[in-house]
């Protein structure tokens, strides 16, 4: 079928999923109960008439529910996703402001997390019931049960407040640390391209710790995912066959064992992204990190709807849009789903 | 499936539950993990149960505002918070607001997902297809952005917190569900149950289900312990149970602002580690279990041994193919 | 290749006494249990026996090939003078695929999924010769076109996936042959394909020349095609051995016999049932002092329970083990 088509395929098979996301956001913004339009515009707000005129009309709340539907959607496509009621701006221009910082925290915490993860199940599996194997399935027990927003708080006691390693929980950078020029949002990226090299240093050092607080639960995943697939790589007929050739030791673990056993691995990537996001939620706040997992703990306190379903709605978007890539890899490195067998 | 009445010949034949219950004895004492996890999960349900009974002080009533932020020791196990209230008391009871919660919230995903599975699995379909796109679309939110989203929506509570962690958990059911009905449906001792003219309810009911269900129990085990940490998250976050309640998540948040009093937060999350980490251990006890082609890993000798099994006998390699 | 006569050139593989145990959860199980036998070049040896007798695992065992731990091997294996069980594993990596090579019965589960045919076929040749890359698939293409791949060009940059079973065994000889090996072990390769296409790989095995083989199978009907001599395994042991004309017309162990015998076919006076051997084969954790086949034996006698009998000469070179029809008169050679 080749790549192309299957990947084409395949993002097109995330429309309807979009849509369905559409919908749901849609339905959540209109029809929560109680008085919605108190509640989406907040006390003050609510009990003045013009705004809430001003309200019904924008979002045609007047009109029936498939022309609000569309209404809605138009107001999608500008770039309209209502108004926050905490910060006072829009919150299209809420999330740009805080969608880079998550974006970068949530792409370190993979790396991390996703190294080490590979790096521990492979050795897991090779040194097969011994002590590596025992530490490892343990590691990647307590990882998958370890509330990530504890952890947070307990690593930031031990390494900060304890060892004074890390810095404490003060954001993407020292106080007093002025942040590079803007290009992609991401301070590591902006500061390398200025060439700054202080700013990049500090950017890194901010980043440890979140990063790896909030990778634990992939890292835990990922370890245990790949000790699973390569013992079973490790006991395939065709290391044996590969045996009678003469192969054996590393030549025999790189080419026949590896890419098998990596395969089902990416699989778990999809799942990783999932749980990053969510578990993004949960750590940026005990870090005062200002990306929109913050701005959505925030918004849900202050009753800030428009704020939580404009996020959520980000969220999954870049969510459906993760799995199909992930799936477009999956094809790209096993033939079988890619030659269609 | 025969029972001991279905076999008038020999009596030496055990009965189906004689032997699932000498089954499960063998299995518990020869599985450290499945023992160890069902002892932590139980003592906590006891704990639940019974600290009204026993409890040192009133997790909510008792304010020593002179002792406020003690470290453990004396009569404080645990400490005291800023209010000078007991953290064990509160960390004990704390166990009698999540657990329900996570028990309630797995019970009715576990009940619709499945519920709406079978449907689709046995409908087909138009049916098949509505169904698999909408279990599809609440799977494409991260689940805690999305419970936090319905939570926010209908407002914080302990009931609301069910509701959300219920809606993030049930679509995956429904998958599951509905995979088992496809695969079990073409098997033979089906056919054969509606070739002699049982209803289509019965067939589910009786011939159908008791199959599908293995990997739905062992889900449904470990989904228990991600409901305890998706509760605990969204308490974590304020739009679970209201404050003063005893909550472990609001207590690691409360935490947060006094990080040197380390005990505030450390005890209510070694209070979900632990109940969740006993759930793991039962799911991966139960999946091992389950998982016939691992029961021959499980005996001393381990893979290398099936490993073996599987190079020297022809029949299974063919199986592996 | 047939002779005749006892070839008097150094046989190409010798096994002398070989044993092999394995841990179990239940106990050891003895899964061969010191076989000897010998092949000369350019000979087609068969080994015959039901599921679980031994002959897959003695000649893995044979090559090293069964994981250490809880497999034990004990014995001798030379191939062509060297002695396999003291080789370090260079040497032996050095000898497996080149001297000596192995084809499987599962060609599906037995190749990498993810690797291409022509890589897979010259990934050992490669290693010993140092090929490059260029003259490594035009050398799968031409191994290709000698098995009867059609459209080998092609087939050489497919995965085992898009090939036929049939195609895909073929490929697996190509594979062993890449290395010009002086024997070909081959555990039941035809055993998974349909009756045609195994016919075909038959013939293609026979026209195979310079190469001795050893062929595992339980199909009497392969065998008898095939083989110019034939051994017999039961629970570990060799029971009976000889030329394929002797032992198929002649046979002696009352095993053998029943095999044989349960070979259904037209000119069978009562063709209404299928005869078969009744009883199980002896699990290998618990078996027994004497003649394994005992329990099953029409001919059995109170002596053959106490002793395993030797394999004694019978009949020009066939052997047999059995107290009862092959009673040793002189010592078994």
């Keep these: 079928m080749g790549l192309l088509r299957f990947g084409v395929r395949r993002l097109l098979l995330s429309l309807p999923t979009l849509f369905g996301l559409l919908v749901i956001t849609f339905l959540l913004t209109n029809y929560l109960p109680g008085d919605p339009l108190a509640r989406l515009l907040g006390d003050r707000a609510g009990s003045n008439p013009q705004i809430v005129a001003a309200y019904r009309a924008e979002w045609g709340l007047d009109r029936p529910l498939y022309a609000q539907f569309a209404t809605y959607l138009g107001n999608l496509l500008t770039g309209n996703l209502g108004q926050s009621t905490l910060s006072q701006r829009p919150v299209a221009e809420d999330l740009t402001n805080y969608l880079p910082a998550t974006i970068e925290l949530t792409i370190c915490a993979i790396t991390v997390a996703g190294v080490l993860g590979l790096v521990f199940g492979i050795v897991a599996a090779l040194f097969h019931r011994r002590w590596p194997d025992v530490a490892v399935r343990g590691l990647a027990l307590v990882a998958s049960g370890v509330p990530v927003f504890w952890m947070a708080l307990v690593s930031l006691q031990v390494f900060y407040l304890g060892l004074g390693w890390v810095p404490g929980p003060e954001g993407r950078l020292g106080r007093g640390v002025e942040a590079p020029p803007r290009v992609t949002g991401a301070y590591t990226v902006d500061a390398l391209l200025a060439g700054r090299w202080s700013v990049f240093g500090d950017a890194v050092y901010h980043l440890i710790l979140p990063s790896i607080v909030l990778g634990m639960f992939f890292l835990g995943l990922l370890a245990r995912i790949t000790r699973a697939s390569m013992l079973e790589a490790l006991q395939a007929p065709y290391v044996v066959t590969a045996r009678s050739k003469g192969i054996s030791g590393f030549a025999l673990v790189r080419v026949h064992v590896l890419p098998n056993a990596l395969i089902p691995t990416v699989t778990v990537l999809g799942l990783a992204v999932g749980g990053l996001l969510s578990g993004a939620v949960l750590t940026e706040t005990t870090f005062s990190w200002p990306g929109v997992g913050r701005y959505a703990v925030d918004a849900a306190r202050a009753l800030d709807f428009q704020a939580v379903l404009g996020v959520t709605l980000v969220i999954g978007t870049i969510y459906v849009v993760t799995n199909a890539v992930v799936d477009i890899l999956y094809a790209a490195l096993d033939p079988r789903i890619r030659l269609g067998g | 499936m025969t029972t001991a009445a279905d076999t008038p010949t020999t009596s030496t034949v055990p009965s189906r539950t004689g032997l699932v219950l000498r089954g499960s004895l063998a299995a518990v004492r020869s599985d450290a993990a499945l023992v160890i996890g069902c002892a932590v999960v139980l003592a906590w349900v006891v704990i639940a149960l019974t600290v009204p009974l026993w409890k040192p002080f009133d997790p909510v009533g008792f304010q020593d505002l002179a002792g406020r932020l003690a470290p453990p020791g004396g009569t404080h196990w645990f400490g005291t918070d800023n209010l000078g209230r007991d953290v064990f008391s509160r960390v004990m009871y704390g166990t009698r607001l999540t657990l329900p919660i996570a028990i309630g919230a797995v019970t009715i995903a576990v009940c619709w997902g499945c519920l709406v599975g079978a449907v689709a699995g046995f409908a087909g379909g138009l049916v098949d297809e509505v169904v698999m796109r909408l279990s599809d679309i609440f799977l494409a939110f991260p689940a805690m952005v999305l419970a936090l989203a319905i939570a926010a929506a209908l407002g914080p509570s302990g009931k609301n917190v069910v509701i959300a962690i219920a809606a993030v958990t049930w679509p995956e059911y429904t998958r599951l569900m509905r995979g088992q009905v496809l695969s079990i449906r073409n098997n033979l001792h089906v056919t054969a149950a509606e070739s002699v003219g049982c209803s289509r309810s019965r067939v589910f009911w009786r011939h159908v289900l008791p199959f599908g269900l293995p990997p739905i129990v062992v889900k449904a085990t470990v989904d228990l312990g991600m409901a305890i940490l998706l509760a605990a998250g969204l308490s974590f976050i304020g739009v679970g149970a209201a404050p003063p309640a005893p909550e472990w998540g609001a207590m690691v948040s409360d935490a947060r602002t006094r990080m040197d009093q380390w005990w505030l937060g450390l005890f209510p999350g070694l209070a979900i580690l632990s109940i969740v980490l006993a759930f793991n251990f039962i799911g991966d006890s139960l999946r091992d279990r389950f998982d016939p082609r691992m029961r021959t890993q499980r005996r001393r000798g381990g893979s290398s041994a099936s490993m073996l099994r599987r190079l020297l006998l022809p029949s299974a390699r063919k199986a592996d193919a | ?333």
């Design chain 3, 1 to 333: 290749m047939t002779t005749d006569s006892p070839d008097p050139r150094r046989p190409v593989f010798e096994v002398d006494g070989l044993e092999v145990r394995f841990r179990t959860g239940e106990g050891v199980a003895r899964a061969v249990n010191g076989i000897s036998f010998s092949v000369h070049p350019g000979e087609r040896v068969a080994v015959v026996g039901e599921s679980g007798c031994g002959k897959s695992a003695s000649l893995l065992a044979a090559l090293r090939l069964l994981p250490s731990p809880p497999a034990q091997v004990a014995g001798r294996v030379l191939l062509d003078g060297t002695d396999l069980f003291a080789l370090n594993a260079r040497e032996l990596n050095d000898v497996l695929g080149r001297d000596v090579a192995m084809v499987f019965q599962d060609s599906l589960s037995s190749l990498n999924p993810v690797l291409r045919m022509g890589r897979q076929i010259t990934e050992g040749v490669r290693r010993h010769e140092g090929l490059s890359k260029k003259d490594a698939r035009a050398y799968a293409t031409e191994l290709l076109t000698r098995v009867g791949v059609p459209d080998p060009a092609q087939r050489v940059d497919q995965y085992p996936h898009q090939l036929s079973g049939g195609m895909r065994q073929r490929a697996m000889i190509a594979m062993a042959l890449a290395g010009k090996p002086k024997l070909l072990i081959a555990d039941e390769p035809t055993t998974a394909l349909d009756v045609t296409v195994q016919a075909q790989i038959l013939d293609l095995v026979r026209g195979l020349e310079d190469v001795a083989i050893v062929w595992v199978s339980h199909d009497l009907g392969v065998v008898a095609g095939l083989a110019d001599r034939v051994l017999v395994m039961y629970a570990g042991y060799i029971i009976e051995e000889g030329d394929v004309g002797s032992v198929f017309h002649r046979p002696r162990h009352p095993y053998t016999r029943g095999l044989l015998n349960s070979v259904p076919s037209f000119r069978d006076a009562d063709r209404s049932r299928l005869a078969a051997i009744p009883g199980l084969p002896p699990t290998l954790t618990d078996l027994p002092a004497g003649c394994p086949f005992y329990d099953r034996c029409e001919l059995r006698e109170p002596r053959c329970s106490a002793q395993m009998p030797p394999l004694t000469t019978v009949d020009g070179t066939q052997r047999a083990a059995c107290w009862v029809t092959a009673a040793p008169l002189e010592v078994a050679s």
